[in-house]
């Protein structure tokens, strides 16, 4: 019993260093270093299994570790220059419109890409991403990095990372993510062998949608039928500082350009990454206020929406800018493949929210809850034009008696906030899960 006590104690330890490791940003305090405390290598033989030989073998299935948005580099396949993130200079002055994707004028979908993935982004300006998690799978886990291809003994401890273009279509990653499991399975000579999976952010959208469909595209109409593809390929998945019901800050980066360094991305190159439309809030919640605090009924998975409000490609000046630098057909072509990556987005979402049959997977959440996060949009009328608002300070114009603190933030890691993290539209405990969130959590 003892035994047991141990290996379920250091279980727990590798689990609390990915938690603390979720949340580091919400806290300067000192992370105690748990690698020597907890470490896997000297278990008792008498709890492990045997093999040939009498020697040990631990029954650890193998971890894929699965970044999110902006989470690999991106090289050029002619040269190899790394154009994401790329040296300091791009980092600081870059505004990165090379690494927007094509678009294929005939089917709406991006045309194939000069960029390919080239490893993991651990650290960008001085932030260390990743880094953190694959030290504490190598130092406090016993993890080994594996090579896909390579064959593999059933009692060694092997970590993969899945490196994907993350500005690609989120089902077509999935298919991508298929592809890694069967080579593993191959490797392992193991045609029914189950992975963990480790999943950061977008990541974790990626893996719900595998395990629900696997490989298959269910976003050509409205009706998701849940194939459990990936029940039986996967044993445990761990989410970090997923958006389970979309990020109001991922929408508000579209809208204004993301900032990287001293430039920003603008609006209309994000809006060539399929992705980026399939991390806006879901339709579930109410995602948008009025300047007196009223709620907003607005469809951001709706073109009219976008139109009427004039944001990215309707606003005149960027579509003047837009036209001036690559035509009007070009810009014509853009809005058509707005439209269909919002309505593809929208079946994201949605399809992710479905009922499931019962799933062997068990599921383990990790985010943060102690930084106050962007729940609600705000729109500001200011000389006829609707300004967002993510954060009360930004208001020009507030309204005597209203509370913005309460309406617009919630807790959250800054990105993320805890409902979207759980998939509950509300943090209210006695408030009902609402009927079309399911969340086997």
């Known amino acids: 019993m003892k035994g047991k006590t141990n ?20 806290s300067d305090s000192v992370i105690p270093d748990l690698s020597r405390l907890y470490s896997t290598s000297d278990l008792p033989s008498r709890f492990q299994s045997h093999g040939p030989g009498n020697l040990p073998v631990q029954r650890q299935p193998p971890v894929i570790l699965i970044h999110g948005a902006f989470g690999s580099r991106l090289n050029n396949e002619a040269d190899d220059e790394e154009l994401w993130p790329g040296n300091l200079w791009r980092i600081l002055f870059s505004d990165y419109e090379d690494i927007g994707l094509s678009i294929d004028a005939e089917t709406l979908r991006p045309a194939p890409s000069v960029l390919r993935p080239a490893g993991v982004t651990d650290k960008v300006v001085g932030k260390d991403y990743y880094g953190a998690i694959i030290r504490t799978l190598e130092d406090v886990g016993g993890y080994t990095l594996g090579t896909p291809g390579e ?20 089902v077509q990653t999935a298919g991508r993510l298929d592809d890694l499991i069967e080579q593993i399975r191959k490797d392992y000579a193991s045609p029914e062998l189950k992975v963990d999976i480790v999943a950061h952010s977008m990541g974790g959208l990626v893996t719900r949608y595998y395990l629900r469909y696997g490989h298959e595209d269910v976003l050509n109409d409205n009706d998701f039928p849940v194939s459990g593809y990936g029940f039986s390929r996967v044993n445990k998945v ?4 997923t958006p389970n019901l979309g990020s109001v800050s991922a929408m508000v980066e579209v809208l204004q350009g993301l900032k990287i360094g001293l430039n920003r991305i603008p609006p209309h190159v994000m809006l060539t990454w399929p992705s980026t439309y399939q991390l806006f809030p879901h339709p579930i919640l109410l995602s948008m206020i009025t300047l007196d605090g009223k709620p907003l009924e607005r469809d951001f998975f709706d073109t009219e929406t976008w139109r009427r409000f004039e944001w990215t490609i309707f606003n005149p000046q960027v579509r003047d800018s837009i036209i001036e630098n690559k035509g009007e057909d070009y810009y014509q072509l853009l809005v058509r493949y707005f439209d269909r990556q919002l309505e593809r987005a929208r079946r994201f979402v949605w399809s992710l929210s479905v009922p499931t049959p019962e799933s062997p997977v068990r599921y383990i959440v990790f985010g943060g809850d102690c930084e106050l996060t962007p729940a609600r949009l705000l729109v500001e009328e200011v000389e006829g034009e609707s300004v967002v608002r993510l954060f009360p300070s930004e208001i020009e114009s507030p309204v005597d008696g209203v ?27 006695t408030i009902p899960r609402h009927r079309y969130s399911y969340f086997p959590l």
């Open 7 to 26: 290996m379920l104690h250091d279980t727990r330890s590798l689990l609390l260093v990915f938690a603390l490791a979720s949340i580091s940003a919400c």
């Open 151 to 170: 064959k593999q003994q059933t009692g060694k401890r092997q970590y993969y990372l899945f490196v994907y273009d993350w500005r690609e279509d989120n």
């Open 238 to 241: 761990i989410l970090l500082g």
């Open 403 to 429: 509370n913005y603190d309460l309406l617009m933030l919630e807790p959250g890691d800054g990105r993320v906030t805890k409902p979207s993290l759980i998939a509950r539209d509300a943090l209210d405990p």
